[in-house]
């Protein structure tokens, strides 16, 4: 399994819409899912500062992501660019293959 963990600071005044379009049934999950491999994203809030967010997406392998990458990335990139508002800060964690 291959996974990819990025950190979100969410805009305070939009966090609803970072939460359901991040979320496990957002726009992003949506985008993912037409991507052979796709095994889901989960978002996680911070316990200790409720303003920080993980998510998790998992793929079957490093190379169906990049399949995916490469047929969407146009789409990809779209979706990047509308989201942008909805973060204050964003950041790839990790990426990790189990072995």
Known sequence: MYRIVWEFEPDVARLAEFERDYGSEG????LFRRGAGYLGT???RSPTDPSRYLTVDRWISRSA??????????????????????????????TAEEP
Request: with cysteine; charged share 25%; hydrophobic share 50%.
């Open 27 to 30: 726009v992003w999950n949506a």
């Open 65 to 94: 992501y990049e399949a995916f990458h490469a047929a969407f990335r146009e789409e990809y990139a779209a979706l990047d660019a509308r989201c942008a508002a909805l973060t204050r800060t964003e950041r790839l964690v990790s």
């Open 42 to 44: 989960e978002l996680v």
